[in-house]
């Protein structure tokens, strides 16, 4: 079990849930309706992905983005928020259309965050997404994770705790 | 040097169950009353109130009453500021993926408007 999980228990219909696997890993699994070769275009086409990224309720939006989906190839994304600029880039690690997809976030400081992301078949036709983030470090997580509110340097400390009491049962 | 084994305890028989985690991440969305929760989960009101009283103890929640009715909210612990992080990580993914939902069904339909009768 991981105390630090959450799922949408209002709808069962397409559940986004969130893991935190460890202090450094994020895990994001939700069903989408369409085949994972319209999901993998949709992640992949930048005309597409800068129609559904940023949430509608942030006070921000994605003004440039190019997207060279690509082993060797990158990414740039140039958001605007309240009136100034800023840029999310790396490169791709892996492109396996239309199931996996692996690329670097290298804007931050030092090694960079690794996301990799799945589309899985599911029987009925529809696409099972995985977003997986690496961070370099719990400290990256929590600043990169887009909190609203910091949170504490112990968490980290206290889910290792925590998983060794789980482990002790 | 770890001085808080005991509150970690209990912070972990909280947590155990799962009835109690899943009230963790109903009050991180917002506050609710015993009944609200009772009902939310399918459960007694007596039930609720043991489960919210383990997470009371723990710190993890926090419940004021005020006339009749006593209100739940996520207590002082960490693990309820990680609760609160989390769903709002959630909220923020989820509204992403209703946004590529949208685009997704609008490729669909292209798909069969473009290409009539075409079965690959």
Known sequence: MNPAAATDVTNTENQTTVERTSDR???????????????????????????????????????????????????RLTFDFDGSTMDFYGRYLEVAPPHRLAYT????????????????????GRTRVVYHDRYPSAEALEEGAGSTDAMPESFAQLDELLATLNEAE | MVQYSGQVDTTFGAIADATRRAVL????????????????????????????????????????????????????????????????????????????????????????????????
């Open chain 1, 25 to 75: 890993e994020i895990v994001v699994t939700r069903v989408v309706n369409g085949p994972p070769e319209l999901v993998w275009e949709a992640w992949t086409t930048p005309e597409l992905f800068q129609r559904w990224w940023v949430p509608k309720s942030l006070p921000m939006t994605l003004v440039a983005c190019d997207i060279d989906a690509r082993i060797g190839g990158g990414y």
């Open chain 2, 25 to 120: 991440e109903r009050l991180a969305r917002s506050d609710a009353s015993i009944s609200e929760l009772a009902d939310a989960f399918d459960m007694t009101l007596t039930g609720m109130r043991k489960h919210v009283r383990v997470l009371e103890d723990a710190g993890l929640v926090t419940t004021e009453k005020i006339g009749r009715v006593r209100t739940c909210r996520l207590g002082p612990s960490q693990l309820a500021d990680e609760a609160r992080w989390i769903e709002e990580y959630r909220q923020l993914w989820n509204e992403r993926f209703s946004q590529l939902d949208a685009v997704v069904e609008e490729l669909k339909r292209k798909e069969k408007t473009d290409e009539p009768g075409r079965g690959d």
């Open chain 1, 105 to 124: 976030n290298e804007e931050g400081e030092g090694e960079p965050t690794i996301t990799t992301v799945t589309f899985e078949a599911t029987d009925d």
